[in-house]
């Protein structure tokens, strides 16, 4: 079975930079998009961005021209670099696998989180 393992999480200024990774025990050739969510307390899940099998990305506007995801398929590995971080991006960020083998049929794979929290 699928597992994702984030990494790179901690506490950091205003301002300041972290760099996410996710680590895949398989390939994340076999999904059609890998992409990173976030949660704050009290809100919903809500997109990051997405990076699909072609290499296309996609973003919330909240972190365009701040984060960029990217994807190392030899690694297996799926990163988040953020920049210019505000205490708004404070959240627990999630990896996210998704494929779809058939239409109406779709897989979503979890990792366990990790805590970015942005000091003011």
């Known amino acids: 079975q699928v597992q994702l393992v984030e990494s790179g999480g901690g506490l950091v200024q205003a301002g300041g930079s972290l760099r996410l990774s996710c680590a895949a025990s398989?390939?994340?050739?076999?999904?059609?998009?890998m992409a990173w969510y976030r949660q704050a307390p009290g809100k919903q899940r809500e997109l990051v961005g997405g990076i699909s099998l072609n290499g296309s990305t996609n973003y919330a506007d909240s972190v365009k021209g701040r984060f960029t995801i990217s994807r190392d398929n030899a690694k297996n590995t799926v990163a988040l670099q953020m920049n210019s971080l505000k205490p708004e991006d404070t959240a627990v960020y999630y990896c996210?696998?998704?494929?779809?083998?058939?239409?109406?049929?779709?897989?979503?794979?979890w990792g366990q989180g990790t805590q970015v929290t942005v000091s003011s």
């Open positions: 996210n696998a998704r494929r779809g083998p058939r239409v109406g049929l779709q897989y979503e794979y």
């Open positions: 398989g390939s994340i050739s076999s999904f059609n998009r």
